[in-house]
């Protein structure tokens, strides 16, 4: 075993072993925890809509991310129980577990605890989510859809049994012939640039076009995405779509990290992430709105 190797598991082993010594949410904790992160919530924009001094805000933002984060580390177990689904996909446990805390965050901005639903229930699907993604994403040097990846592990359940036809395995699958196509097709290996194309012999990277050389078709798609973003933006807050022109960097081309927007516009970093999300929460709204959040 490599020194890295073994560096990363003793790493892993330690963590486990610590997230493992933080006892699990009753039933009563996690409704007060939740009550008091409601409250919360409710001070701080009363507090912004009456226009209180930064620091009284601010403190009730500290607040509320001690309750945010008690429940996030009280719910870690969960994510590295989740994370044994993911293992050996080319993400490291470490990761893997801290998708799965986004995951958690990303839970509780959404959570009702009125309805009596564990939150470890609900959470399951949010980190399942982000760690899916997490294996899609970094996993692979091309970038394979998360739905082309789950085609592609039913098609190959059955294709250990013996089936190898497009129509036998779409029958066994219950998928299209189509999708059992483009699932294969996902699959394939990358190919070395300095590879020889064809029968001419020319390296594959001869072939390829010029991109630096953009065509008018490029252009007008181009010109058509910034005028659906700006048209989105018209429909927030000043300071909200100030904060998200920043973040993205949809005026200098150069994106910022949610301390340094904070920074420029005076807020905390937690409150330009709620200004964030809130803004994706508007543009789900639109139509088009999975097009539009693909351009940011």
Same mark, same amino acid.
Not at 17 to 28: A, D, F, N, S
Not at 181 to 188: E, M, P, Q
Not at 218 to 233: D, F, G, Q, V
């Given at each position: #075993? ?16 610590? *997230? ?6 009753? &039933? ?10 409601? #409250? ?12 209180? %001094? ?5 403190? *009730?933002?500290?607040?509320? &991310? ?17 994370? &044994? ?11 893997? *577990?801290?998708?799965?805390? #986004? ?27 982000? /760690? ?44 299209? %012939? !189509?999708?059992?196509?483009?699932? @294969? ?18 390296? @594959? ?13 490029? @252009?007008?798609?181009? &010109? /058509? ?11 927030? !807050? ?13 005026? !200098? ?27 994706? !929460? ?15």
């Amino acid at each position: #075993m490599s020194d890295s190797k073994r560096s990363n598991g003793t790493a892993l082993n330690a963590y486990l072993k610590e *997230i493992g010594k933080t006892p699990l949410l009753t &039933k009563k904790q996690e409704t007060a925890l939740f009550r008091r992160l409601d #409250m919360l919530r409710k001070a701080r924009r009363q507090a912004e809509k009456q226009g209180l %001094p930064s620091a009284v805000v601010q403190r *009730i933002e500290v607040e509320e &991310k001690r309750a945010r984060d008690e429940i996030v580390r009280r719910n870690l177990r969960l994510a590295a129980s989740i994370s &044994k689904k993911y293992r050996n996909r080319g993400v490291e446990t470490l990761d893997l *577990i801290q998708e799965g805390s #986004m995951g958690i965050l990303r839970a509780i901005e959404s959570f009702d605890w009125r309805r009596g639903v564990p939150f470890s229930s609900y959470a399951a699907m949010w980190i399942q989510q982000r /760690m899916g993604l997490a294996v899609a994403n970094q996993a692979r040097t091309v970038r394979v859809p998360t739905y082309l990846q789950e085609w592609r592990r039913q098609i190959r359940r059955h294709q250990s049994s013996g089936e190898e036809s497009i129509e036998a395995l779409s029958s066994a699958s219950g998928l299209t %012939p !189509d999708q059992v196509k483009r699932a @294969l097709g996902a699959d394939s290996e990358t190919v070395s640039l300095d590879a020889a194309a064809g029968d001419c012999g020319r390296p @594959l990277y001869e072939t390829i076009e010029d991109e630096s050389r953009r065509r008018p078709d490029a @252009l007008a798609e181009k &010109k /058509m995405k910034r005028e659906e973003i700006e048209s989105a933006l018209s429909e927030l !807050d000043p300071r909200t779509a100030r904060v998200v022109r920043l973040r993205y960097g949809l005026d !200098d081309g150069g994106a910022r990290s949610l301390r340094e927007v904070g920074i420029e516009v005076g807020l905390s970093r937690e409150r330009v992430r709620q200004l964030e999300a809130s803004a994706f !929460d508007s543009i789900r709204q639109r139509p088009h709105a999975s097009r539009l959040r693909q351009y940011l």
